[in-house]
């Protein structure tokens, strides 16, 4: 996958997470208000949710097509069956019967796209046309424009989603004079979060006091050393179990990485959502740990934050 090269002003902080539900988009959502005029972006784009937060106005929007499928033009079929033997996928099925012959068609969410059925169809009876796998917005919202993307069900090319983003938004930066982008990410170590690393300045990996977060976050950090980009971590819901966040935070100092603002459990958190508003708009008790962290990490107007995305190719 391409590497995407960022401005020479435009930095970026990758927020990531080893899992999803560690508070993650909300720590995004928050660092976009307290930002006040930034372009922000949702890469999480087979589970995006910061939209449910920052309430976007679409302005703007276009499908995302990539690969192929197979579509077999019933009027030209000569019911041999040889796309169906050939099939590695299971994808050709016989839908019925049409004077007496099997009716045959390609099930889309089966069809990996390779393209078999289509070299061997003796009656070349079927089209291969490029695959709408989702789609992707501009929007506005009350902290800045707002770019985000919807992957279709079943649809693949995650990572190439994430890179028409990334892209878009930092199109988007540079022509409005931004220095600053906010993108909420895809969660793990897969494509989509290699992707989003690979070129940035910084990464904050946010994680959760327990057993299995501590596990996430080792995998994490070695992606991060992989690609020998500085790292900082936070702890959200540390006081549930504080010594496992003091566990945590050793290991992250002893893999080199920096360990910013803690933040607590706080119930608050689930009413600001459930009102559409970020943490740090509300008086939650956890808000003031949040813009700790966004202080921790000395951001400035020059900062472009990205949350989970692949970092821009040339």
Known sequence: MGQIMSAAKIEELVVISGKGGTGKTSLTASFAVLAGNAVIADCDVDAADLHLLLAPRVLAQH??????????????????????????????????????????????????????????????AIDFPERVCGEWMVSETRCGTMVHARLGLAAENSGKLVSTVRREALRIAEKNGNGLIIIDGPPGIGCPVISSVSGSSLVLVVTEPTVSGEHDLERVLALTKHFSIGTAVSVNKWDINPAMTERIERKAREAG????????????????????????ETDAPSAEDMRQVWNDLGLTGNIRITDGVESLSS
């Open 63 to 124: 499908e995302f097509r990539s690969g192929h499928e197979a579509v077999i033009r019933m009027e030209e079929c000569v019911a041999c069956g040889v796309c169906q033997d050939y099939c590695r996928f299971d994808a050709v099925r016989i839908i019925g019967e049409v004077a007496g012959r099997p009716e045959f068609s390609v099930d889309p969410v089966s069809c990996e796209g390779c393209g078999v059925c289509v070299r061997f169809c003796p009656a070349k």
């Open 257 to 280: 990485a920096r360990v910013v603002g803690r933040v607590r459990y706080d119930s608050a958190v689930t009413t600001a959502q459930l009102r559409e508003l970020a943490v740090v």
